[in-house]
């Protein structure tokens, strides 16, 4: 096996809702917030609502498919590639607000084609990236060990090098306020509690994201069991089912 055994495992603080049927429940206070955000159920779990879509359009700077990224070939030139574009057209960037709860602590592996900027407003949570588009020849596949400490780490998993960081206030802890998410990238996220010792509950963890070049669905797709097996081999990918969606 090539996993680094000082990284911390990759479980889940709140149990998600496949192995928690009733749920937690969410405090009346983030009710609130929801409300008052006007916040909508996200197809990835957690709720969002999109604040800005500039005006602006731009060529589209992706490849055209004419498939859905789900069956389209993920070469690794498919995200990031000046591509000559057959007329189609992006925003120039879109912004949303993200919400994870109690009850939808989980937002499931996904990729985008653009890239996503992310600011904390508050609360923490966990972030797992699996580099699939920098799949590794079977020679450097074997034992990377990069830095590892509590807030973050990274491996080499099968083929794939899987990243995992903590977002949260406690910079000193080595907590981020802002990450970078590339396009073509696999992303999950899930709710920690909101200090370190797990000592208090969360309410909730709140983040801007901006999307560049802006949103599109279909610059979206889901992570599927097959495939996370193909990436990360089987055993692994038994262990990090619970980040797929249903
Ligand atoms: N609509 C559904 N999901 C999203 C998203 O992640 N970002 C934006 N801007 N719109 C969406």
Redesign the pocket.
Same mark, same amino acid.
């Given at each position: 096996s090539t996993i680094d055994p000082t990284l911390p495992p990759l479980h889940p603080s709140f149990s998600p809702p496949k192995t928690s049927p009733t749920g937690s429940e969410d405090s009346p206070n983030l009710k609130k917030i929801i409300a008052h955000l006007n916040l909508q159920p =996200? !197809?990835e779990g957690g709720y @969002?609502v %999109?604040t800005d879509r500039d005006p602006l359009l731009i060529p589209s700077p992706f490849a055209p498919t004419t498939e859905t990224p789900s069956t389209a070939n993920p070469s690794p030139t498919r995200a990031g590639t000046a591509a000559a574009t057959a007329g189609e057209t992006r925003h120039a960037s879109?912004s !949303?607000h993200y919400l994870l709860t109690p009850s939808q602590p989980l937002g499931a592996f996904h990729r985008n084609r653009g890239r996503t900027i992310h600011t904390l407003h508050h609360g923490r949570g966990r972030y797992v990236i699996i580099h699939a588009d920098e799949i590794a020849s079977p020679s450097c596949a074997k034992g990377y060990g990069g830095p590892s400490d509590l807030a973050e780490s990274e491996r080499w998993v099968g083929k794939a090098r899987v990243e995992t960081f903590v977002v949260g206030s406690d910079v000193l802890r080595g907590e981020r306020v802002q990450w970078i998410v590339e396009g073509g990238k696999y992303k999950a996220s899930f709710l920690l509690a909101d200090d370190a010792e797990g000592g208090r509950e969360s309410g909730g963890l709140l983040i801007s %994201?901006t999307?560049v070049p802006? @949103?599109e669905?279909g610059d =979206?797709d889901f992570l599927r069991g097959e495939r996370l097996g193909e990436l990360v081999g089987m055993e692994q990918a038994g262990e990090m089912g619970w980040l797929l969606r249903e």
């Open positions: =996200h !197809i @969002f %999109e879109t !949303i %994201e999307v802006g @949103f669905y =979206h």
